[in-house]
């Protein structure tokens, strides 16, 4: 349970009082009272408002407010405030002020714009955070905290330079330790003093996009920087948990975002929380999968739905609004896999600026008057039905996708074999497999406990550490399934290659080795035929992107190439190894050929999925709790659907009973709990 006093799914939002005059707030309140909101998130942006100058802070508006909304029932979780420095700040300490990736000094402007290294920013933030803990230590209202906002980006000041250096150091230890690593000596690169080392950005090693000349020291700075934007989240964190110590302490996470290794922040929160901002063509497994990988992050923990839009962005290019009905659904996907909140940015429309065009649950008409009021004062009443029931509940899938930002940076950094590495996509592309045949799968890092699991899947396991190839051949040899791709195994954690062929410390278990890879333009394929059926494999697909050239070591050949050059060498191999079976994809395949695997390696393991059958469109997912199942149905289709049950449900909104069968209207959302007796 996020906190004992609202036990509870939840719900509520971003709020910014600060643009609004007092008769606004007492309308918002009770507005907030017809929706069943119960916690708002107060301070996200309003540091120049606590602290208008070097040491003078007034706060007394905020205990007003807190204050206020407690007495209507409505609690807080409060930010800090730090996600935005002041421009007063800016020009008294203009080391706050970032240098982008051009080498450009930035000025006061935007958010999420200081520097990360900079000793005055981390002081005065980590003071901001003590200031507010000190004062609202005890305050019954005040159920969580929210440190800055969104950190992300990257900093190349002279400031983050002379801290990368020391970065490098404590890592590396010698110079020649780095230069190894590295592999300066390529284009003459060697470094002989530790001030030779600069940022990589556009007036070094970089290019716009993510291009570099030298990958070692490019993932290294990403390293970097997520260690340094850390280093100041975890200053605030400290200072809360002075005052605070049985307060969970969160900051909003942007699910697959690509600047931050949440798995190595994870452990520094006490709850995860995340931003969930799905365009209209986004595809739900998408969306099921990043909430997934929040939950995974804290391996299997319930997290926090910290954003998203009732009804539309205003930073997309085309900012659709969510049709009716989909903002429940959508609320109820995040629930299904793991949210133990449902909160909004935001809780009333700008009046100015830059986001007075996002959607809010009080729109500028200013009243309850509107659909998506209505809707959300719907939801607000079905979360107060559905109580603590579901809270804390968790997932108990048997299969787990590996996921890793390090592996990302690695492999998407990396100068050819083709532009069309794109990490996120093939984990996409496997976990849809498990989410269209409804069978319940989690996310974990490759260091996190996999003992629960049957199945194991790496898709572009680019970077291999030594200790993660042991874990692979001991989880096989047990007689787990493990899974990899096209693209494993390559490099170390430095980027260097792993040298006598691909996949490097995965070729044992795997029983193959790449000897060439090949990289087309999207538009030709290949074809993989299957020589050896195995379970649904069968027939042939079709493949893209890269292929490798491979040559099995005692791997059992289950698909050929059927067209060019290499044509009858393997795409799809599955070992023996120990108890277990280890498989390869050489080559981005179909999406057909991904459900034929895995409802393959499932069955092997006696895996059944969630439901029967559902008609297309109808994702399910489920959470256990006290011996309790509860079944979660979506029904993403624009039209009704249908799914079969494995039994006797009760639906917890409705309390119909439903045997067998259950019917969903358009964009329905339902939760059905397992009764014990068939
Ligand atoms: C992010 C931020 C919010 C707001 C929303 C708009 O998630 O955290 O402050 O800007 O985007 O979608
Ligand atoms: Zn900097």
């Known amino acids: 349970m996020i906190h004992e006093s609202l036990p509870k799914i939840w719900y509520g939002g971003d709020y910014n009082p600060e643009q609004w005059p007092d008769e606004t707030i007492e309308e918002d309140i009770r507005m907030f009272q017809l929706a069943g909101i119960d916690v708002v998130t107060l301070n996200v942006f309003s540091w120049e408002k606590i602290q208008v100058d ?64 900079s000793p005055v920013y981390r002081e005065y933030a980590g003071r901001m955070a003590a200031f507010l803990a000190d004062r609202y230590q005890g305050h019954p209202a005040v159920l969580a905290w929210h440190v ?39 284009w003459g690169h060697t470094f002989y003093e530790w001030d030779e080392i600069v940022v990589p ?43 605070t110590p049985n307060l969970p302490v969160t900051t ?30 986004t595809p739900p497994s998408e969306t099921a999968m990043t909430h997934d990988l929040m939950r995974g992050l804290k391996q299997g923990q319930p997290f926090m739905l910290m954003e998203q839009t009732p009804s539309q962005q205003n930073w997309q290019p085309y900012n659709s609004l969510k049709r009716p009905g989909v903002m429940r659904m959508w609320s109820y996907q995040a629930v299904a896999h793991g949210a133990d909140t449902v909160q ?79 990490y996120v996509r093939e984990v996409h592309a496997y976990y849809r497999a498990f989410f269209d045949q409804h ?18 899947i790496a898709p572009m396991m680019y970077m291999v550490k030594e200790a993660w190839a042991k874990r692979v051949e001991s989880f096989t040899a047990q007689g787990g399934a493990f899974v990899t791709t096209y693209f494993s195994g390559v490099a170390d954690e430095s980027d260097r290659v792993h040298l006598g062929g691909y996949p490097g410390p995965l070729r044992k278990v795997l029983g193959i080795w790449v000897e060439e890879i090949d990289a087309l333009p999207p538009a030709y394929t290949n074809t993989a035929a299957v020589t050896l059926p195995v379970g649904q494999l069968k027939g042939a697909y079709e493949c893209r992107y890269l292929f490798d050239l491979l040559h099995s070591e005692g791997a059992e050949v289950v698909a050929v190439y059927e067209n060019d050059f290499y044509a009858g060498m393997p795409v799809i191999t599955k070992n023996q190894f120990g108890k277990g079976e280890a498989w390869y994809i050489a080559s981005h395949m179909e999406s057909q050929a991904l459900h034929d695997l895995i409802a393959t390696i499932t069955e092997g393991k006696n895996i059944s999925p969630l439901v029967p059958w559902a ?8 959470r256990v709790k006290n011996g309790e199942q509860y079944l979660f149905l979506l029904n ?42 068939e």
């Not at 203009?94 to 958010?111: A, I, M, N, S, T």
């Open 54 to 117: 070097d040491h003078s802070y007034e706060a007394e508006w905020l205990d007003r407010l807190i204050d206020r909304l407690y007495e209507a029932g409505i609690y807080t979780c409060l930010a800090t405030g730090t996600g935005a420095h002041p421009a007063w700040m800016a020009k008294k300490y203009p080391e706050v002020l970032r240098v982008d990736f051009y080498g450009r000094k930035r000025k006061f402007g935007g958010r999420h714009n200081s520097c990360p290294s």
């Open 148 to 186: 800055s906002n969104e950190y992300g980006g990257r900093c190349y000041c002279s400031l983050c330079e002379q801290a990368f250096r020391e970065w490098l150091q404590q890592k590396y230890g010698t110079l020649n330790a780095l230069n190894h690593a590295w592999n300066t000596a390529f």
């Open 201 to 243: 950005n556009a007036l070094s090693e970089e290019r716009e996009g993510g291009e570099t000349d030298n990958q070692g020291i490019s993932l290294d700075y990403r390293r970097f920087m997520s260690d340094q934007l850390l280093a100041c989240y975890y200053k605030e964190y400290e200072a809360i948990k002075t005052y």
């Open 252 to 281: 909003n996470f942007m699910g697959t975002y690509e600047g931050i290794d949440y798995f190595q922040w994870a452990p520094y929160l006490d709850v995860v929380s995340w931003d969930n901002y799905p365009g209209m063509e």
């Open 344 to 422: 909004f940015f935001q809780l009333r429309r700008s009046p100015g600026a830059t986001e007075k065009f996002h959607g809010a649950i009080i729109e500028h008409a200013g009243h309850e008057h509107t659909r998506v009021f209505r809707e959300s004062a719907a939801l607000g009443e079905e979360l107060q039905k559905l109580g603590d029931v579901l809270t804390d509940s968790t997932s108990r899938a048997r299969a787990a996708i590996l996921y890793d930002w390090e592996t990302r940076w690695a492999a998407e950094l990396s100068s050819g074999p083709s532009v069309e590495i794109d």
């Open 439 to 456: 069978i319940p799968v989690d996310i974990v890092h490759p260091e996190q406990d996999w003992s629960g699991y049957d199945i194991v």
């Open 615 to 622: 008609s297309e469109g109808v994702e399910a997912a489920e």
């Open 636 to 677: 993403h289709s624009r039209v009704p659907a249908q799914a079969e049950l494995n039994g006797r449900y009760t639906d917890l909104l409705t309390d119909e009973l439903l045997a067998f069968h259950c019917n969903l209207e358009k964009n329905d959302a339902r939760i059905l709990r397992k009764e014990h007796k």
